[in-house]
């Protein structure tokens, strides 16, 4: 079953059990928004999903606690449905979620526990954005006045670190994806023209015949496995080959939230194959005879292409991720996992 059918399924089925009228209708909005990709990116994708939360609580009329963490489970299964790469997403709900249940350890009344959902998401945000900044302060070091960067998708943790070197002076050149099928290089190149910096777009084929001019290349993450493996928009481990062969370094911007708690315990990334209509449309298919089309939203990169990862808490090489993940899930490698 592929992740589209999932999410159908997992979609109809709480509608049909009569569930679907406790879901706020902004809930199911912005669950529909992350999957047509409205809102994209993993930190933005976490963000809004946790931001479903404080919205079920708000809009909650429930008059036990049971209740209560009833719909925010219903809530939480159908926004992790929406994309199933973006770790950052199950990995926000599961912040909000510890609390709730240490909360539950104290007997709170409803509307207590409806607090520390709002206390939980507010911090959640508040933390994740101060991430950004941090990320930004500590991968600009890495920097060099004069660098060329290369970026490929649109990664709101690698234009951190771009946009904070360029208002350090540095004079650095980008050079950045188109990121077929989406375009998503198009949003790049808007925010970092719109800061003033030199950047050339280019198509994602091109990478070997620029690689030599570039001095770091600089991407995101969607997810970052226990063995120090990334996963990201598709493309990104191709760009890493070829940096390697040409001696070009390769960085990975990520906050602590996109490390992937699952890989511990020996799951596997799932990557999310999206319609084919972002390829190519049914009647240009059916011109070229029908070949069956593949359409992965993000691939594999081996933690031996990868120089270092900048995250809030500092620079880490891939082997740490496994340190990162038993300092920041630890306690989930020792239980059954309930959200809510
Ligand atoms: C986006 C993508 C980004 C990561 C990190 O893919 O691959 O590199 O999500 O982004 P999509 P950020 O466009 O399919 O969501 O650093 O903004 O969290």
Known sequence: MNSREEYSHGWTSVLSFGVGSMIPREVIQIAEDIKNMRIRGAGKIARAAVKTLRITVQKSKAKSVQELLEELRNTARIVINTRPTAVSLPNGIRYVSKRVHEELGRNPTVEELKETVKK????FIVNSQRALVRIGEIGAKRIR???????????AAAISVI?????????????????????QGHITCKILRNAGID???IIDSAIRLYMNRINTVIVGADAISSNGALVN??????????????RTLFFVAAETYKFSPETMIGELIEIEERDIEEVIDR???????NPRVLNPAFDITPPQYIDLIITEKGIIPPQAAFTILQEEFGWLASRKEQLF
């Open 120 to 123: 939980a998401v507010k911090e």
């Open 145 to 155: 006045k004069g660098d060329v960067i290369l970026t490929h998708c649109n990664s």
């Open 163 to 183: 946009l904070t070197a360029a208002h350090q002076n540095k004079d650095i050149t980008v050079f950045a994806t188109e990121t077929r099928p989406r375009f």
């Open 199 to 201: 950047v050339t777009l």
């Open 233 to 246: 928009k598709i493309g990104t481990s191709t760009i890493a080959l070829v940096a390697r062969e040409a």
């Open 283 to 289: 009647e240009e298919l059916e011109k070229i005879g």
